[in-house]
């Protein structure tokens, strides 16, 4: 991790692997696919791959629900598999980051198996085991240790039959929380990462790492939903959090020389919790993927209660992480993964101004400073898919809030927020031909390809200029070759605009200006560009600025050079 700072001027990749590429007709993404399509990323100009899960898992939450860590799924291939693809990553001389889930197993790993097998079974401890709520016999309604919500709906405790008490998991009940305040278990964890890194990986991103520190007195939290409570503020950011991070640095990474990189996916985390987490002098993360900017179109009732995005909030929310983060830690930028819609649909115009918009938001987040994350399948502007039923759905939250919700709300009411804002629409597979399933499984794929595949698709855009991927390849190579969009500071301008996001970023004697009509409407705006070069832009026919004026067009994004 990294004394070198190397992630400054990277981009990292995300493959979902489960829907990237299936090398063997059973309809599911795996290793081999990853391999055979190297070529994708390398010449887009990625430095570093990130692999959602690929260990031994019953697949409840697609990977994320871990029963071996030290073995590969079947559905993906085996070690042997692995230690291809990392050679090949490694000799086209881009890195690999494994996805790290330790704030909770699968049930059906080991180590639960034995904790759950009696009360006084030597991992008892390893997990969150409470008897039933004073006064309530185990199982009764309320009866559970808090009233806390899970993440995936119904209570965060599950009862266990056998030995009459509860386990907490803030997700699915196949995903048990693991007990942090044990020392074996950290001890284990950190086993394990090592393990890996002597294998050849170059980091990880840590899967709701600033969940692994709770309140150990499990207050109930306010009242909400269903009668359940929000249990967040006792869970999340918890007491012990920074001491965890900062041994797992020691423990992990500080006699191990090399250029790693690590990123803590945190929830609900501040930019005051993200300075702690990232500031080099403490030893604990690179950067952290925070979650203000995606969850500005959630409502009152939550992400499937979902409102309209302002860009002015856009602007305001990120403005804020480039001001308070920037000087002293360091961002991540991100717009998609496999848990938010696609990105164009979601900011973007996916219709009228599909090309413009996909480049436009690419314009805005990459010369940010930070590490920019490309999720799969954005680089080629893929959207959400026109699923027509709950049937076409995948996703254990999706499904699960359907089931919930449609007890009390119109089922197209429920289909409507699912579609605009669930986890399948990032998760449908990526589009490489036009050929039948989009080229990525010659059998049947697990979800629906989306069938707009005819016209959007990778093997359509390599050769055209005009591409969104050929665009992506640009901004790339300005990060790879421009020390200030690495190392710039930044500056917000035209703070108050409604629909353009501009900013300016200084380095040396260098100074880059980043302006985006992120509208489907012309925007015409006071920017003095007189003395600059004009970079980049996504629009060929950009009007000639005149005294200090100029005039965009929808989504048109420009980016200007003055040194
Ligand atoms: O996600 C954590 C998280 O808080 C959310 O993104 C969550 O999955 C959901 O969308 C909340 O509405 C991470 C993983 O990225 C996700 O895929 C897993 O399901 C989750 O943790 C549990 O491991």
Known sequence: STTSSWWKSAVVYQVYPRSFADSDGDGIGDLRGIRARLDHLQRLGIDVLWLSPIYRSPQADNGYDISDYQDIDPTFGTLKDFDDLLADVHERGMKLVMDLVVNHTSDEHPWFVESRSSTDNPKRDWYWWRPARDGFAPGAPGAEPTNWESFFSGPTWTLDEETGEYYLHLFDPKQPDLNWENPEVRQAVFAMMRWWLDRGVDGFRMDVINLISKNTNLPDGPVGNAGLGDGFAHYANGPRVHEFMQEMRREVFADRPGDYLTVGEMPGVTWQDAVLFTDPSRGELDMVFQFEHVNLDHGPGGKFDPRPLQVSDLKASLGRWQRELGPTGWNSLYLGNH???????????????????????????????????????EEIGMTNAPFASVEDLRDIESLNHYREAVVTQDAEHVMTAIRHIGRDNARTPVQWDDGPQAGFTAGSPWIGVNPNHAWLNATAQYDDPRSIYCYYQHLIGLRHNLPVVAHGDFTMLLDDHPAVYAYERHHDETTLLVMANLASEHADIELDVTSAELLLSNTETGTPPKEGRLSLAPWEARIYLST
Do not use: C, K, N
Not at 346 to 358: C, I, K, L, V, Y
């Open 339 to 377: 848990d938010q819609p696609r990105s164009v649909s979601r900011f973007g115009d996916d219709r009228a101004h599909w090309r413009e918009s996909a480049t436009a938001l690419a314009t805005v987040l990459h010369l940010h400073r930070g590490t920019p994350y490309i999720y799969q399948g």
